[in-house]
């Protein structure tokens, strides 16, 4: 699951897609070309069945898609805050003793999923309805009890 995670991470935030001789055998309609750099594994690393490992790709157009596809989350709160002048219902968030329970666990969830999201897979676009929680959740609260003061 870490190398997983970290394979995930380069490709979308550094472009840098990993390649392995295993992955090669098993998707060959996804892996047609040979990679850019590879090497053998040294004996005494066991990975599987992994004996070399390289770097298949690079592509700048996928950091692109991912940073906006991970600044697309905060569009619609900022928005709806801006045009509802609640920039002041913010400084809630950096106060949670203040929040509820529900709230506290949303926002928390939120950004966490929003954090984790380049990390997660290959395709950040399918990880991007994580983040509702807060979209859904906490910013209309924020609006709500900005309204009730």
């Known amino acids: 699951m870490v190398t997983k995670t970290v394979a995930a991470g380069s490709y979308n935030l550094l472009g840098i897609h990993f390649w392995t001789d295993v992955h090669a055998v098993k998707l060959p309609h996804f892996y047609p070309a040979a990679p850019v ?6 004996a005494w690393i066991h990975f599987g ?11 700048p157009l996928h950091v692109i898609n991912t940073f906006v596809l991970w600044v697309l989350p905060l569009v619609p709160p900022a928005l709806i805050l801006s045009i509802s002048r609640r920039w002041t219902s913010l400084k809630l968030l950096l106060s949670p003793r203040r ?4 709230i506290q666990v949303a926002a928390l ?4 999923f929003w954090l984790s999201q380049p990390f997660a897979g290959y395709s950040p676009w399918r990880y991007l309805g994580y983040v509702w929680p807060f979209v859904w959740i906490v910013v209309p609260w924020l609006i709500c009890s900005q309204e009730q003061k």
Do not use: C, K, T
């Open 37 to 42: 750099w590879s090497m053998a594994l040294p």
């Open 49 to 59: 069945n992994v004996r070399q490992i390289g770097i298949y790709s690079f592509d």
């Open 109 to 112: 969830a939120g950004f966490l």
């Open 99 to 102: 929040l509820p329970l529900a």
